[in-house]
């Protein structure tokens, strides 16, 4: 199967042609941060399967450590996957940007020692459509 993805903004589009495996919720402090929410939910994708289909020369690239680094639109910030030179056969895609369907479903919540003290992952929340009611 193949999955197309894309940023916020739409400059930005990927195609990944083989399965998304090992995917988690990373609580992480780093992906924490990075995304600004309780946690990222990322999948393990070969190189050879992954595609920037457009706006290449608007990915941006940071690394606080070397060998590792996170990419994302310059214009819009979304998060577009992550490497490590570690794993140079493999990227780790941010499953928010993908707008097809993924037949793989998330596994884990990784690094819960590092989550949100407000995170309690999800436990007893009620669920809406759409905006919660009164707003
Ligand atoms: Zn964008
Ligand atoms: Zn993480």
Redesign the pocket.
């Known amino acids: 199967m193949s999955c197309l993805g894309s ?6 589009t990927v195609k990944i042609s083989g399965d998304i495996n090992s995917i988690i919720h990373c609580h992480c402090s780093k992906c924490r941060k990075a995304s600004g929410t309780a946690y990222a939910t990322n999948g393990v994708v070969k190189v050879d399967e992954f595609e920037i289909t457009s706006g290449v020369e ?1 990915i941006g690239k940071f690394g606080k450590v070397v060998g590792k680094y996170r990419y994302f ?1 310059k ?2 910030a ?1 998060p577009i996957y992550s490497s490590n030179v570690d794993d140079a056969a493999h990227i780790r895609i941010r499953l928010g940007i993908l707008d097809g369907e993924v037949n793989e479903r998330p596994m884990a919540h990784t690094f819960v020692d590092s989550k949100a003290s407000w995170e309690d992952l999800d436990a007893g929340l009620p669920r809406y459509e759409r905006y919660e009611p009164g707003r």
């Open positions: 940023c916020y903004c739409g400059q930005v608007h639109c214009i819009c979304s």
